[in-house]
């Protein structure tokens, strides 16, 4: 860079679960000095916070009704990302399969949506530097004006396989039969559904390794950088 004081890039990288958003997201973050969010935390947080209270997951208009009440707090160091609710902090508890099993309901709520999208674009307009946002409806609904959008693909044989690495023991074709409702779901919804925006570069992971998708990944980057 020419001059010191590069321009913070807001890099948004969405896709279904399984293509390696999540560690590409932060590997990349971390490299170029970027913050970096998880967005699929947040919507995990709040459903956690759902549950913890008892709210009636089948009910919208319940879900709806409570969706300005948790206070969630999303720390963007990627070597640290923490995630707390009303103090509490939950990065374990959000990844269990209960809140797995709950998330899409509790995302697909338009009031959960617009709480949590005003908080992403909060925490993406105040990042110094710039940041790397991570989810399924960034470069679409969240930051629509994103410097750069990114959507990871794999196939659902290479994502199953590895999420199925991620969650010990788990079966493989039963991981696949979720995924592939989880992404009908996400992809069907009326409010942000699961979408690659138009002007988003696509990179397929199935035949790639991690560290050639970020490899990928902070070259677009980088020439995005250079050219602003």
């Not at 997951?57 to 300005?68: E, K, R, Y």
């Not at 999208?117 to 946002?133: D, H």
């Not at 199925?164 to 592939?180: P, Y």
């Not at 409702?181 to 009326?190: E, G």
Request: with cysteine; proline share 4%; hydrophobic share 40%.
């Amino acid at each position: 860079m020419e001059n010191g004081a590069a321009q913070p890039v807001i890099v948004a990288i969405d896709g279904p679960s399984g293509t390696g958003k999540s560690s590409t997201s932060k590997a990349v973050a971390a490299q170029l000095g970027l913050s970096y969010l998880d967005t699929g935390a947040q919507y995990r947080a709040i459903t956690w916070w759902m549950v913890t209270n008892g709210i009636d997951i089948a009910d919208p208009h319940a879900i709806a009704a409570a969706a300005g009440k948790a206070d969630i707090v999303s720390g963007t160091d990627p070597a640290n990302p923490t995630i707390t609710v009303d103090g509490t902090d939950v990065a374990g508890p959000i990844r269990t399969q209960e809140v797995t099993s709950k998330v899409s309901a509790v995302s697909a709520v338009p009031e959960v949506r617009a709480r949590i999208t005003e908080l992403q674009r909060t925490i993406a307009t105040s990042a110094e530097q710039g940041i790397v946002v991570e989810g399924r409806d960034i470069g679409t609904t969240v930051l629509p004006d994103a410097d750069l959008k990114i959507f990871l693909t794999a196939s659902p044989e290479a994502r199953a396989a590895r999420r199925s690495g991620e969650l010990k023991g788990a079966d493989v074709n039963a991981t696949r039969e979720a995924l592939i409702k989880r992404d009908a779901a996400d992809s069907s919804r009326k409010t942000s559904p699961l979408a690659k925006a138009g002007d988003a570069v696509e990179v397929d992971t199935t035949e790639l390794t991690l560290a050639q998708v970020i490899e990928c990944v902070v070259t677009l980057v980088e020439e995005k950088r250079a050219g602003k």
